[in-house]
T-cell receptor
Framework: ETGVTQTPRHLVMGMTNKKSLKCEQH?????MYWYKQSAKKPLELMFV???????ENNSVPSRFSPECPNSSHLFLHLHTLQPEDSALYLC?????????????FGEGSRLTVL | AQSVTQLGSHVSVSEGALVLLRCNYS??????LFWYVQYPNQGLQLLLK??????LVKGINGFEAEFKKSETSFHLTKPSAHMSDAAEYFC????????????FGQGTELSVKP
């Protein structure tokens, strides 16, 4: 496989469920990102990881919990979400957090919270 | 602080016509500027980027953009639209050593009529 892979592509969950989104990159990159894409709003940066360490949390509510076990994998654990959290969650990677290289995006996980 | 404004949430052109998508930015530091494209049900893909080299930047699929510091603009153009260009286009800004921490505009949906 190549590029950035996200699973699942679609997820429907109730407000009391616990679920996780998974991202895997096969590019040898060291930095990984979660972005949120809501309808009619710009993409919002949520979290940044560099060499497995979280370097940025953009004031994201604690019901979103990221995990980065190694430079190739990134998870977003979801718990007690609200309907307004319904969005497309995009994972991306770059070679590092101090370069100006392009973001490589996955295809996204579309989340619907009922 | 940095911000991006994309003028026009929806642009419609005829096949073979000029494509012009407008982007203005605000940045307190020398900006790095990007255009990304998103096809339906896919993640974002880099079209082109400006990182303080040539002000006229050529990208993939025949697109190009010109950095105009005096106008704080980075408009995207293509001389002749193709049906396959129909997608959503995002302008984004970052600064030196910001890696993948981009500030995105709200996007412009491009429609191409036969």
């Amino acid at each position: 496989e190549t590029g950035v892979t996200q699973t699942p592509r679609h997820l429907v969950m109730g407000m009391t469920n616990k679920k996780s989104l998974k991202c895997e990159q096969h590019l040898g990159h060291n930095a990984m990102y979660w972005y949120k894409q809501s309808a009619k709003k710009p993409l919002e940066l949520m979290f940044v990881y560099n060499f497995k360490e979280q370097t940025e949390n953009n004031s994201v509510p604690s019901r979103f919990s990221p995990e980065c076990p190694n430079s190739s994998h990134l998870f977003l654990h979801l718990h007690t979400l609200q309907p307004e959290d319904s969005a497309l969650y995009l994972c991306a990677s770059t070679s590092g957090t101090r370069d100006t290289g392009e973001l490589f995006f996955g295809e996204g996980s579309r989340l619907t919270v009922l | 602080a940095q911000s991006v404004t994309q003028l026009g949430s929806h642009v419609s052109v005829s096949e073979g016509a000029l494509v012009l998508l407008r982007c203005n930015y605000s940045s307190s530091v020398p900006p790095y500027l990007f255009w990304y494209v998103q096809y339906p049900n896919q993640g974002l893909q880099l079209l082109l980027k400006y990182t303080s080299a040539a002000t006229l930047v050529k990208g993939i699929n025949g697109f190009e953009a010109e950095f105009k510091k005096s106008e704080t603009s980075f408009h995207l153009t293509k001389p002749s639209a193709h049906m396959s260009d129909a997608a959503e286009y995002f302008c984004a800004v970052s600064g030196y050593n910001q890696g993948g921490k981009l500030i995105f505009g709200q996007g412009t949906e491009l429609s191409v009529k036969p």
